[in-house]
């Protein structure tokens, strides 16, 4: 199970890409790109939740094991990651059924501020895994 973590992050990390790509194939208003870019990262993010409480389940909650000035830093980048982490995943769930259904300009306005917050919940993924492991 130790190997865990950095698989974990690795699909942090590779969704974030995804989801970069994704954002540059619409800007560019390829919508075929946008959509394999996109089902990508939902995959990856897919594959990381299942990974976690894999994780979890068998080595329940991992302790910051630092007490100097990283422990506040972690847990302000901890607290939101948690918090929004739970919230996304709904409102993504719901921009893939809008999508699905052709409900493009509804899929766009929603998606517009679930993005951003897909993005930083995969990216501060990365961050405490390097702080509660690599520090």
Do not use: C
């Not at 607290?79 to 769930?93: E, G, K, N, R, V």
């Not at 059924?97 to 897909?118: D, I, N």
Request: proline residues 4%.
């Amino acid at each position: 199970m130790d190997y865990l973590p950095v698989i974990n992050a690795g699909l942090n990390s590779i969704s974030a890409i995804f989801l970069t790509l994704g954002l540059l194939a619409i800007r560019r208003r390829d919508k075929v790109t946008h959509r394999k870019w996109m089902l990508a990262a939902l995959g990856g993010s897919a594959l990381f939740l299942l990974s976690y409480v894999v994780y979890h389940a068998n080595v329940g909650s991992v302790p910051y094991p630092h007490h100097d000035w990283t422990r506040l830093i972690y847990f302000a980048i901890l607290l939101p990651h948690i918090l929004l982490a739970a919230l996304m995943t709904p409102f993504i769930i719901a921009g893939v059924v809008l999508a699905s259904r052709g409900q493009f300009e509804r899929h766009r306005k929603l998606m517009r501020w679930v993005w951003p917050v897909w993005m930083f919940v995969s990216v501060s993924g990365v961050v405490i895994y390097l702080m509660l492991y690599r520090l």
